[in-house]
Structures are given as structure tokens and as C-alpha cells.
């Protein structure tokens, strides 16, 4: 049995970046980061734009100009502005050449054809030069960037619609258990719905991992080695939940080792989630976690997201811990350190009922895992702890 800090820095140290890309179209590349640098196929803006509604101008030493025409945003007809003519524009038109400034129209007085602008403006003035934000042919974004909403907008305004970029993991829950069914039928006497399943996918629709593939095996050997096999051949990371323990039906360690993956830990001195397997073959990352559900979430939230992160190149590896004040008592049993269910606002937290880890009632209605170290058996009101947040 490790620790868990030593478990944390084995899930660091043996999980990696993945380095495939993958093409997405750019509308759908949320989340994912960029393969290679993007270079800009235009200048944005790809002509001078005014930033105003106002007149173009080319600009003379007298404030009154003569108007003779327009331009709106779109227009294509290029107007040959003499020293002293102005032309209505407005905000996204392309300037003509022959204009050298804009004036917003807030500070023009138009009297028929003559306009008279209330003071001088410097040269370009309100221009939005041709390439300000990108030239044709420069980076536009560099390999490594999030493509976040921003990035997104900022890639379709130069055009461009499909991208390289580094691919997240395919990942495989395997459920495993003859007591398991699946929910929407009828509930013999021993069995119990399956939860895990829906319960890990929907925390990894949350934190924006989709190509998911469930499995199931129930308890027996050889099928588990045959499922566990498909599943380690074709994904990434392999979530297992169940079996792992040391009971006559627990397949999954005899399983993992007969499949050569290599065991980076098991047993972890922590509660829920003792039974935590670790290990991997050859880039697939593995974790059998705990039948128990609310073991099994608590070991997602502490040790899978550091793996998680770690291949999808971020360096925030943990989720955020804080330091809250308890507003309620708790008696620690036992000496393994503990996750704790809570609530945490505005740097309190609530120590909740109900922390058996086969119970998620509780987990449903907490946003934080407290942390009850090896040493503190009694929770005090008060005292100043360690709180997890967990993803909302
Ligand atoms: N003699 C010992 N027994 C146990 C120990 C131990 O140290 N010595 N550790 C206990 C702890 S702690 C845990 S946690 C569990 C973990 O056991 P497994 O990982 O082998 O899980 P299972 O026995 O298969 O299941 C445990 C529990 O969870 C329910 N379960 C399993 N899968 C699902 C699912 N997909 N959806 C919903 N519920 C599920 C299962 O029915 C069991 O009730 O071992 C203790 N035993
Ligand atoms: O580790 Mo088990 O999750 O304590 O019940």
C-alpha cells in the first residue's frame, strides 16, 4: 500500500502527452490545441477599414469638405476622393484610397453637400490598417494553442476551416460484475442497476472527452482477459471499475497482469478507494478503480483527470485545491487519510452525511472533496482544511 502523494507522482510521471494529430473541422475543435503553427492565408483586415460610422476624408488644411458619396460595409466600388472631398462610410466599409481619415460623425456638421469637421484629426485616424491584426503568410496561431471560442472566432475570421490538432484519448470504461443491470428493466433479487458506466461517461462529457466506448463483462475469467484485451488494443486510457479487490471473483488484477500491463501501483493508503490499480501497456494508460461508486469517482477526480491532463499537453495536472473553513465537525475511523464529501462556498465547507463509498447520494449533492490527512481524526468545527474542487 503507497501513499498518496507517491500515487499522484506515479500518475505524473507515467502518464504522457499524446503526440498524433488528428484534422477537425475548426467549428468543432473546441478544447483540443493546435497540431502546428496556422499561418494566415490573408491580411486581416483584408482591406482598410474604417472602425466608424463618419466620413472618409482627404484631408486638407480647412475643416469643411465636400460630400460626394458613400461607401457602407461591403460595398466593392472604390470612390476617387480629391484633397478637401469627404464621403459618408461607416463602420466595416473598406476606406478609399484617397481617404486618409476617418471622422465619426458625432463631431461633423453636414449642411447639404458641405460637411465641417469640429477639429483637425491626425493622418489614418480611425483607420483600421490593411494586416493590423495578421499579414498573409505570418503565424496566425501557434502549434500548442487551446482553441478556445476566441481562437475559434479568430480562425474562421481568416478563413480557414479545418485544422491539425493533437488528438484527445480514446478511452473504454469496462464494468464488471454479475450483479449488474442495465437500468430500465426489472430488478431481480440481488442484482443492482449499473451506475459507474453512466457515471464515469457523463464526468468525461463534462471535462469535454467524447469518444468513449463502454464495455461490460461479467465476472469470469477468460472473458474478462478477452474484453480487457479489446479494450487495451483500441483506446488510450482504460477505465475498469469493480473486480479488483481481493475476492474469489475478482478477475481484473490476474486479468491485467496475464495481458502484460505493467503495475505502476496498487493499493493506495486512502479512503474511499484502497484498492486503486494503476498500471500501463505499452501507451495505454490503465486504472481499475473500485467497484464502489463513490470510491470509483473519487479516484476520476484525484488520480484519472492528472492522466487526463497530462495527455492533452495541460499543466495544471490536479484540480484545484483551497484552503475552507469547516462549519461542521466530522470523526475521522481509521488511519487511512480520507476524501470527504462536501459543500464549499465563499471559503467554507460543509462536511457532509452519508460518506460510505458505496453511497453517491451524498457525492450528488456535493461540488468539493475535503481532505481528513492521516493524523487528523477529529474534524472540528473551525478548523482550517484542504478542499478539492471538483469540476461543475
Ligand atoms: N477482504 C476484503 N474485502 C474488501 C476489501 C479488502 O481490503 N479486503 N476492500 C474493500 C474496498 S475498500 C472496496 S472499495 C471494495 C472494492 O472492490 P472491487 O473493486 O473488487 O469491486 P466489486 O467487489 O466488484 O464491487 C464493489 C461494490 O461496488 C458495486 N459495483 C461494482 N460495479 C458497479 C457498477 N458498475 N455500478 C454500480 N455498482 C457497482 C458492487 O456491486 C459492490 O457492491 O472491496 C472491498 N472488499
Ligand atoms: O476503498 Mo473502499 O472505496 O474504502 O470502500
Do not use: W
Request: aromatic share 8%; glycine share 8%.
Amino acid at each position: 500500500m503507497i501513499f498518496i502523494s507517491e500515487a499522484i507522482s506515479i500518475v505524473k510521471q507515467n502518464s504522457k502527452p499524446l503526440l498524433q494529430s488528428i484534422i477537425k473541422k475548426v467549428e468543432k475543435s473546441g478544447g483540443y490545441k493546435l497540431y502546428e503553427d496556422i499561418l494566415s492565408p490573408i491580411n486581416m483586415p483584408p482591406f482598410r477599414q474604417s472602425a466608424m460610422d463618419g466620413y472618409a476624408l482627404n484631408l486638407q488644411d480647412n475643416l469643411s469638405y465636400k460630400l460626394i458619396g458613400e461607401v457602407k460595409a461591403g460595398d466593392a466600388h472604390k470612390i476617387v476622393l480629391k484633397k478637401g472631398e469627404a464621403a459618408r462610410i461607416f463602420t466595416g466599409a473598406p476606406v478609399p484610397d484617397s481617404a486618409n481619415a476617418i471622422m465619426m460623425q458625432e463631431k461633423v456638421k453636414v449642411d447639404g453637400e458641405t460637411i465641417t469637421i469640429s477639429e483637425q484629426v491626425s493622418l489614418e485616424h480611425n483607420i483600421r490598417p490593411l494586416g493590423e491584426q495578421v499579414k498573409t503568410g505570418d503565424i496566425a496561431l501557434k502549434k500548442g494553442t487551446k482553441l478556445t471560442p476566441a481562437a475559434i472566432g479568430y480562425l474562421m475570421s481568416i478563413g480557414i476551416t479545418e485544422i491539425s490538432v493533437f488528438k484527445k484519448p480514446n478511452i473504454a470504461i469496462v464494468t464488471t460484475g454479475n450483479e449488474l443491470i442495465e437500468a430500465g428493466q426489472d430488478l431481480p433479487y440481488g442484482k443492482i442497476y449499473e451506475s459507474n458506466s453512466k457515471m464515469l461517461l457523463s464526468a468525461l462529457y463534462n471535462l469535454k472527452f467524447y469518444d468513449v466506448t463502454l464495455y461490460k463483462v461479467e465476472d469470469d475469467y477468460n472473458k474478462t482477459v478477452e474484453t480487457l484485451k479489446g479494450a487495451l488494443d483500441n483506446n488510450d486510457l482504460v477505465l475498469i471499475t469493480g473486480g479488483i479487490s481481493v475476492g474469489d471473483y475478482d478477475f481484473v488484477g490476474k486479468a491485467l497482469n496475464e495481458l502484460k500491463v505493467k503495475e505502476l501501483f496498487y493499493k493506495v493508503k486512502q479512503k474511499p478507494g484502497k484498492p486503486l490499480f494503476y498500471g500501463k501497456k505499452e501507451n495505454t494508460q490503465v486504472f481499475a478503480l473500485p467497484g464502489n461508486p463513490a470510491a470509483a469517482l473519487s479516484c476520476f477526480y484525484v488520480y484519472v483527470f492528472i492522466s487526463l491532463q497530462q495527455m492533452m499537453h495541460r499543466k495544471d495536472l490536479e484540480l484545484p485545491r483551497i484552503k475552507a473553513k469547516t462549519i461542521n465537525g466530522f470523526v475521522k475511523k481509521g488511519n487511512r487519510p480520507q476524501f470527504l464529501k462536501g459543500i464549499y462556498s465563499d471559503g467554507q465547507v460543509e462536511i457532509l452525511d452519508g460518506q460510505n463509498s458505496s453511497m453517491l447520494q451524498t457525492f450528488a449533492l456535493s461540488n468539493a472533496l475535503v481532505f481528513a490527512p492521516e493524523d487528523m481524526s477529529i474534524i472540528n468545527i473551525g478548523d482550517t482544511i484542504e478542499v478539492i474542487l471538483l469540476p461543475q
